[in-house]
């Protein structure tokens, strides 16, 4: 029987992944680069595009679940365009389509189109509001978060908002037109009450529903509000409400509370109407943790908040006349899975009972929704050397099945159970600890078209037990689900290992974007920990647009971090362990400098400088009060660090205990928070506190020279991630130190045959540091390295998301003996901002790709990378190819209109106005590529070095 590493490795190979072929849009840099004439730039394809709203200004309601097409990479070149316009108008950082909570929320827009440097003069705003049009003309070369321009917007008002830009050429941009609609702003606004069912009860409880009868005379423009204590979805004469899962998703309930704001025009009719809501424990009421985890960290019984309105006026509220049963659902849990008896009809229905209203404060998400997003189809199906019956979707997602078909059997109870990989041809679960992922299904009534409502597992293999017949191919469909961001960032090369890197952090950031960044999506734990989001938000804010996303997450942060963490953010956003003897206030370096990391990160990404102006109590917080100290102000060496997490020379069992000091690790982060508060500081016109942590951050650095450089320039831990740190944050004094600790992490680097010997800290920063530092040869050799540890180790066994770990699977086919050992873990995926801004070229000098720089680096066995960016100002993307002798470098730059780029290639550094621009240099290859190894002082498990 064929191993299970290699049933991996086959089923890879036969079916290739999302972003594994470079060949469609390298054919058309090819055509480029040989074309004479201009090549016009186009926007990408949007998903959304089959499905617009029904009502201007919000999503569409639909009777049925909506599976969006797969997202494939967008060839930026596929669909000319006209040379200059407007791409979209949007609102803060909402999606367009959807109801804002804001009064007075910022304008931007976004443009397409290839005309040679093309900058915004001026812009023009009209508002069409309440019968009343209103002109604003600006000169100003602003179109990212402009000001609202008119008196503040009032609770369910809608307005027509046109806007119209003129170039520096006077050439007028044809104008776009967006409508916005205000949901409620104010708590005067809800006069609906928060109902509830079933009494409390110990443990999971029963979903259940609740439902109101009423009658309309006349239909109308309607809207649903709607929110819940636990997780709902709604009925309106039974079609569904909406396309959301998992609504109102996770928040830190205490302090905010999500509220949907829904059209249903469509689905109420005259005369007698039925609305019914199903509720399930969700993030609210469910388990969350590990070792059983706690319940009810946010209240003890679910309930439902409700409005209906038709032409601004209450129709139907919640409130006392409502009635409750229970339905077809036996139990629904994140992490254990649903169970549903298709043949139990309602129960009686039972008059419901008056809750509080919620204690946070209610508030429209900026964040996307999680949506179905995508469907996956089984690629395999085999029988376990134990008799088990295995579906195989050929990718590691994260969502629920679907039943494709009506299956009899009444009585019969069909059990699946979830997992990420296969160990010694049985089912991988150790890793799920004791999350269940199982769904039940007892048949005899309606399958066909089922899936799990409040649940979802992470999986590539469904294990499949109680099924009436033999199973087939297409009995069930894997449905993707995650936030519905907008994809933003694309990687292609010529190396084929490289794509399918590329893939698995892209897959695994999707599976850990439900709701909120994650840890992992499959055991029994799936939290906001600070510390992965540290590691990897600047690639996350590259490939899909998140600032909504993260604001929120950041303000979850701050509430607990200001309210009881005493400074310290939790380790975890939202918090599970207020009341937790280590987790509550331990401070961690890493863990806590996302505070401090991650705003600037978005700053940096997207130019919001109320990003900022949001956090910076959270940040200088962190520094003055979080950090526990030292009389010489590094950290308390009393205080427990988690250091270089993951370090691969970690015990399975002490992930923490890697080779760096973990106080010199956090010293080191401590040093770049300083700077980055100081940084913001300064950009906010905080003058004397940006004084104060610039002196801050030089006396830090000498206490760390004191206490962690030796006479003659190594640091005293000897080891990769502390010369990455040391380099990457600038902590040398001189030239001359940082050139000999660039020479030091070479050698260590070659010492270990070009394995990795980082973890959480040093990971995200190696081959940049070794690029910055004129080692970019060892950079390539070291991304390119094949046996564990490395990138593509699990790359060659068939992985399709990154490993929590290194060796999450060992060669021999068994899986880590740690604790810890996910198989969707997307921190150790940060090396693609590696891909994209040294090896694609693409990296912003200003904030916001205002102004961007155009430098690819060819080096290792590539032969040609394009780099793709939506940012805010419109598409910006960098191709190259080097020619069969590899001394002809030719290179297709594209710059969005309203900005400039900085082009370094060899022999050219020149900048440029928006359009496409085309290059063809000299290259000069590499002759000494590979290089070698000094294997006298390799440490790590030698084994074979392969060049890959």
């Given amino acids: 029987m064929q191993s299970d590493v290699g049933r991996l490795a086959a089923v890879n190979r036969d079916h290739a992944q999302v972003g594994t072929e ?75 389509g959807q109801a804002v909570g804001l009064a007075c929320p910022r304008i931007s827009w976004r443009f397409r189109g290839d005309s040679k440097n093309w900058h915004q003069r001026a812009y023009d705003i009209q508002i069409h509001r309440s019968g009343i049009s209103r002109p604003f003309h600006v000169v100003s070369s602003q179109s990212v978060l402009v000001p609202w321009p008119d008196a503040p917007l009032r609770s369910r008002e809608k307005a027509t908002i046109e806007v119209t830009v003129t170039g520096e050429d006077a050439t007028a941009v044809p104008k776009a037109t967006l409508d916005i609609e205000v949901a409620l702003l104010n708590r005067e606004d809800w006069s609906a009450k928060v109902i509830t069912g079933p009494p409390e009860v110990d443990g999971g409880r029963t979903p259940f529903l609740l439902r109101k009868r009423f009658r309309l005379s006349t239909t109308g423009a309607a809207r649903l509000y709607i929110t819940s204590l636990g997780v709902y979805e709604a009925e309106i004469n039974g079609k569904t409400v909406g396309d959301h899962v998992l609504a109102p998703g996770w928040q830190s309930y205490n302090y905010r509370h999500s509220y949907q704001t829904f059209d249903v025009s469509d ?65 629904s849990e994140l992490y254990d899975g649903e169970h549903i008896d298709t043949r139990k009809p309602p129960g009686p229905w039972i008059p419901v009972e008056l809750l509080s209203f919620p204690t946070g404060r209610l508030i429209v998400p900026q964040a996307p929704p999680v949506r179905r997003i995508q469907k996956v189809e089984a690629v395999d199906i085999f029988t376990t050397p134990s008799g088990k019956t295995i579906i195989d979707f050929g990718q590691n997602l994260v969502g629920r099945l679907r039943w494709n078909k009506q299956i009899d059997g009444p009585g019969v109870v069909v059990t699946i159970r979830h997992a990420e990989v296969m160990e010694h041809g049985e089912l991988g ?39 009436p017949r033999n199973v087939q191919l297409d009995d069930f469909t894997a449905v993707v689900v995650h936030n519905d961001m907008e994809r933003t960032g694309e990687f292609d090369s ?50 899909y647009d998140v600032a909504g996303t993260l604001a929120e997450w950041l303000h979850d942060l701050s509430f607990e971090q200001l309210d009881f963490g005493k400074g310290v953010p939790p380790t975890v956003v939202p918090s599970i362990f ?35 102006i949001d956090q910076y109590e959270s940040m200088i917080a962190w520094l003055d009060r979080g950090v526990r100290r030292a009389p010489t ?89 502390a010369y990455v740190l040391a380099l990457w944050f600038n902590l040398a004094t001189s030239a001359e130190q940082a050139q000999k600790w660039a020479n030091r992490l070479e050698r260590l680097v070659r010492a270990e045959t070009f394995k990795v010997g980082t973890g959480f800290a040093g990971t995200p920063l190696i081959l940049l540091a070794l690029e910055k530092h004129g080692k970019l040869p060892i950079a390539y050799r070291m991304l390119q390295e094949g046996s564990c540890p490395s990138w593509l180790y699990p790359v060659t066994l068939g992985a399709t998301t990154m490993w929590e770990r290194w060796d999450s699977m060992l060669p021999n086919g068994d899986i880590n003996p740690g604790e810890m050992t996910s198989f969707n873990h997307y921190a150790l995926g940060s090396v693609a901002n590696f891909l994209h801004s040294v090896i694609g070229g693409l990296s912003a000098i200003e904030p916001g790709w205002k102004r961007v720089l155009i430098r690819p680096q060819p080096g290792g066995t590539f032969t040609y990378a394009s780099v793709s960016l939506l940012s805010p100002y419109g598409l910006t993307s960098c191709m190259w190819e080097l020619n069969g002798a590899q001394d002809e470098l030719k290179v297709i730059a594209v710059i969005p209109p309203n900005t400039l780029g900085r082009i370094q290639l060899p022999g050219v550094d020149e900048e440029k106005g928006s359009g496409v621009w085309t290059y063809q240099v000299k290259w000069k290859k590499d002759e000494t590529w590979p290089p070698s190894p000094w294997t006298a002082q390799c440490t790590l498990p030698k084994g074979e070095t392969i060049l890959l």
């Fill in 22 to 96: 470079p060949s469609a849009s390298r054919r058309t840099l090819r055509r480029m680069l040989n074309a004479t004439a201009p090549i016009p730039c186009c926007r990408p394809g949007n998903v959304d595009a089959k499905h617009p709203p029904a009502v201007p200004g919000l999503r569409p309601t639909s009777s049925s679940s909506i599976l969006l097409s797969e997202h494939a990479p967008f060839d930026i070149f596929s669909t000319p365009v006209m040379s200059l316009a407007i791409d979209r108008v949007t609102f803060e950082h909402y999606q367009p």
């Fill in 267 to 331: 689905i109420l009719q005259e005369g007698e109407n039925e609305i019914v809501a199903t509720l399930a424990d969700g993030w609210y009421a469910g388990r969350l943790g590990w070792e059983g985890g706690r319940r009810g960290i946010y209240g003890s019984r679910l309930g439902l908040l409700a409005q209906l309105e038709v032409d601004g006026q209450l129709l139907v509220g919640t409130e006392g006349s409502w009635e409750w049963t229970t339905g077809s659902l036996i139990s």
């Fill in 494 to 543: 010529s190396h084929k290992l490289i794509n399918q890197l590329h893939s698995n952090v892209t897959w695994g950031m999707r599976g850990n974007f439900v709701s909120v960044p994650t840890d992992c999506p499959q055991r029994d734990e799936r939290l906001g920990w600070t510390g992965d989001l540290a590691a990897f938000s600047t690639t996350a804010s590259f490939l």
């Fill in 429 to 467: 679960v150790r890793p799920l600890r004791i999350c269940k992922a199982t769904d039940k299904v007892v048949l005899g009534g309606q399958t066909m078209g089922y899936e799990p409502k409040f649940t979802f597992h992470g999986f590539r293999y469904a294990q499949i037990e109680g099924f």
């Fill in 633 to 721: 102000g590094l950290w308390d060496p009393e205080n427990h660090q988690l250091g270089d997490w993951l370090d691969p020379r970690a015990p399975p069992d002490s992930p923490g205990a890697g080779q760096t000091d973990r106080w010199l690790v956090a010293d080191a982060f401590l040093i770049r928070s300083t700077r980055l508060v100081a940084k913001s500081s300064g950009k906010l016109g905080y003058h004397d506190a940006a004084k104060r942590y610039d002196e801050d951050a030089r006396r830090l650095l000498e206490a760390f020279h004191a206490e962690y450089v030796t006479a003659n320039s190594r640091l005293m831990s000897d080891s990769q991630c």
């Fill in 578 to 612: 207020a009341d937790h003897p280590l987790l509550s206030t331990q401070a961690f370096a890493i863990w806590g400098d996302v505070a401090t990391i991650t705003p600037y990160d978005l700053f940096r990404a997207y130019g919001d400088e109320k990003i900022l």
